[in-house]
């Protein structure tokens, strides 16, 4: 396989694992658990095996078993006994590790494996909340500090955003589809980052309600002929990176100006560029939302 990352520095396993570098250093120096390998030029670095091990010694960690333990378990053994706690485990760390480990080695088949098993128990809407979202957090301090690359970000999104768009459109086949209410979904110019989008259609039809999901980029003015089609429209849309903070204010009462004022419409928005600005005040028909839960919520309640 290309383009597999097998070398990492004592701080891409701290930022990958959690475990602090100091930590992993007494580990390796007491326990003899890892074993770090060396450049010619003498730079100390970790093979992908070394990872993986890390990883299961967390996971066997964080499950109760002493790293002294630990240290006199046998490596396949070790790998096993995750296995098996894996199976009953609540806390979703393993099925984590296992889509890094896939992002890291560009593995579909790791990632397809990965979420079959979570589905067997678990529905797409639990590990939308409790894996992909906390593992897509991690993944945004990963590519900050260079510990991944926009490559392997854009590798994990894409497979997510699969099972979203799969998950719709089993959604769509047993949709009635009658409610009146219409919900157009959205993203301003230049905002790209549509995955919480993508959900948050899919929850606006598994649940019967008729949605219009226009994607990235969509300029203001684009929005104005929906309403020669439709009475009811709540317009949603999430904030990422676009319109900048210092724009947000303006960009509302543009949209209040162009889209609110002529119709009964509303506007429900949410992402980070909400938390930069002060949004007391806001123009009637304009709600904000914390969060893709909390604003899914909203959709159940406000028939």
Known sequence: MNNIKSSFSIKDLENLTGIKA??????????????????????R??????????L???????????????????????????KSIAIKDESNNHAINSFKLAMLNFDQNLFFNTYDSLLKEKSFTYIFFEVFIPMLANIGVLWQTDTITPAHEHFISSLIRQKIIANTEKAQLKSTNDSKKTFVLYLPDNEIHELGLLYINYEIINNGYHSIFLGPSVPID????LQ????????????????????????????????????????????????????????????????????????????
């Open 56 to 82: 299961n010694i967390s996971f066997l960690n964080n499950n109760g078993y002493k790293i002294s333990k630990i240290s006199k378990i046998d490596e396949s053994e070790i790998l096993e006994l995750v």
């Open 228 to 303: 020669n089609y439709y009475d009811d429209i709540t317009f949603i849309s999430y904030f990422t990176i676009k319109p900048e903070k210092e724009n947000v204010l303006s960009y509302l009462n543009s949209f209040t100006d162009e889209i609110l004022k002529s119709r009964s419409s509303k506007f429900w928005i949410l992402g980070q560029m909400l938390t930069q600005v002060n949004l007391e005040n806001l123009p009637e028909g304009i709600q904000t939302f914390e969060n893709i839960k909390s604003l899914t919520e909203a959709i159940l309640i406000n028939e």
């Open 45 to 54: 670095y970790y093979d992908l095996e070394s990872f993986q091990k890390l």
């Open 222 to 225: 684009s929005l104005k002929d």
């Open 22 to 43: 100091h930590t992993i250093r007494i580990w390796e120096k007491r326990y003899n658990l890892l074993e770090p390998k060396r450049t010619d030029t003498n730079i």
